[in-house]
């Protein structure tokens, strides 16, 4: 019985001595490693926006040129229309429509026998360099009559060009205003 209490006594002692442990540090991010994360986030934020500006804006230049490609395409088309003797021409017009809307509404066919109507837009596209929602797509953009200069359109009797109203410049350093 001797034997087992100096057992147990020795156990009790070897309880009793603190065993040395690894301090338990708490678990998250210092303070310097969450300023040096969103240093390098802010870093990388300065030099996407930059980016993206050029990508929007790239995006815009390429719809207008679709847009203005179209409208002259069709301005075109009604003018052969016209000189080929499609619809009747009055004495003195250049042949050029009146209008946008005349591209999108149509006008007789006089070659046909059913007297159907020629159409050169399915719709008058949207300046997209014009901010103003409020304008109809027809009034958002500059129109240039025949008998108006290229350096200095003016609206007239006809429409022989389109432009855009827009003052920017484009990324190849051109006005958009005479692309």
């Known amino acids: 019985m001797m034997a087992q209490l100096i057992k ?3 156990k009790n002692k070897a309880m009793d001595t603190p065993i040395y442990c690894r301090p338990v540090y708490a678990k998250g991010f210092t303070l310097i490693e969450l300023l040096i994360t969103l ?13 993206s500006r050029t990508v929007v804006q790239r995006s815009q230049e390429q719809e207008l040129r679709r847009s203005l490609r179209e409208i002259r ?17 009055i004495l003195g017009d250049s042949g050029y429509p009146k209008d946008l809307k005349v591209l999108v509404d149509g006008i007789i066919d006089i070659s046909d026998p059913r007297h ?9 596209p949207r300046d997209p360099m014009n901010p103003d929602m409020t304008l109809t797509p027809e009034q958002s953009w500059g129109k240039r009559s025949y008998e108006s200069g290229a350096d200095d359109p003016e ?5 022989f ?6 003052p920017a410049i484009g990324l190849n350093g051109t006005p958009y205003s005479k692309w």
């Not at 159907?116 to 008058?124: C, D, E, H, P």
């Open 8 to 10: 147990q006594s020795e």
């Open 161 to 166: 060009d389109v432009y855009t109203k827009s």
């Open 116 to 124: 159907r109507k020629l159409y050169f837009l399915r719709r008058i």
């Open 39 to 51: 240093a390098i986030i802010g870093l990388l934020a300065t030099l996407v926006l930059p980016v």
């Open 155 to 159: 609206e007239g009797t006809d429409i």
């Open 73 to 89: 395409n069709a301005i075109d088309a009604y003018k052969k229309a016209g000189d080929a003797g499609r619809f009747q021409l």
